[in-house]
Nanobody, 122 residues
Framework: VQLQASGGGLVQAGGSLRLSCAASGRTFSRYGMGWFRQGPGKEREFLATITSDGGGTHYADSVKGRFTISRDNAKNTAYLQMNSLKPEDTAVYYC????????????????WGQGTQVTVSS
């Protein structure tokens, strides 16, 4: 499956962005989906994951209550709604697809999008 992340940009602290991850090539509804980010000089960080049918979600403590993951299998797209953004949320954001389930560990994921830059100004 090919993944295309979009929706990043420059936003002021306290603002919101919605990221999209459009999938093509294989049956999107088979895959658990995850969102990760990587800031300059940092390791890739888990943010949120959702089951293949959208019935289950799980978040990192750092974004719980601010970020919401969702998906629309009819549109082959996953989303990450980000509210109350902080300067420390500045990073490249990646979506990923997991054939075997869903989880927090990047190596569990089989396919990755190219990343979209999010910059939060103070």
């Amino acid at each position: 499956v090919q993944l295309q992340a979009s929706g990043g940009g420059l936003v002021q602290a306290g603002g919101s962005l919605r990221l999209s991850c459009a999938a093509s090539g294989r049956t999107f509804s088979r895959y658990g989906m995850g969102w990760f980010r990587q800031g300059p000089g940092k390791e890739r960080e888990f943010l949120a994951t959702i089951t293949s049918d959208g019935g289950g979600t799980h978040y990192a403590d750092s974004v719980k209550g601010r970020f919401t993951i969702s998906r629309d299998n009819a549109k082959n797209t996953a989303y990450l709604q980000m509210n109350s953004l902080k300067p420390e949320d500045t990073a490249v954001y990646y979506c990923a697809a997991d054939e075997s389930g869903w989880g927090e560990v990047p190596t569990e994921y089989d396919y990755w999008g190219q990343g979209t830059q999010v910059t939060v100004s103070s």
